[in-house]
Nanobody, 124 residues
Framework: QVQLVESGGGLVQAGGSLRLSCAAS????????MGWFRQAPGKEREFVGT????????YYEGSVKGRFTISRDNAKNTVYLQMNSLKPEDTAVYYC?????????????????WGQGTQVTVSS
């Protein structure tokens, strides 16, 4: 099990950028795939993107592809979500999650550990 803490959220204007960080505790982080999800008020949690244990494979939800980039630094036990060209519809609480295997998944039920979330608000 790993403990996950997200940071970097905030208020930004449309077209702006934010970088979220997810710091993990525990020695197994480098063996786990990581995912980012988000949940807007009144909506279900939705997949944003995922990165494999090595960082060699990433996959994104269609509406963020080309705007968001996931990366990881296993030496720092941290995964990042760089968000560019933000839109008001990106407003949500963003969560990182760890999956105890080497490859990620779009299904939030496949993840084992979750952070507490960080709020991202994009104003128009």
């Amino acid at each position: 099990q790993v403990q996950l803490v997200e940071s970097g959220g905030g208020l930004v204007q449309a077209g702006g950028s934010l970088r979220l960080s997810c710091a993990a505790s525990g020695r197994s982080f480098s063996r786990y795939a990581m995912g980012w999800f988000r949940q807007a008020p009144g909506k279900e949690r939705e997949f944003v993107g995922t990165i494999s244990w090595s960082g060699g494979t990433t996959y994104y939800e269609g509406s963020v592809k080309g705007r968001f980039t996931i990366s990881r630094d296993n030496a720092k036990n941290t995964v990042y979500l760089q968000m560019n060209s933000l839109k008001p519809e990106d407003t949500a609480v963003y969560y990182c999650a760890a999956r105890h295997t080497i490859s990620g998944s779009m299904d939030f039920n496949h993840y084992d550990d979750w952070g507490q979330g960080t709020q991202v608000t994009v104003s128009s």
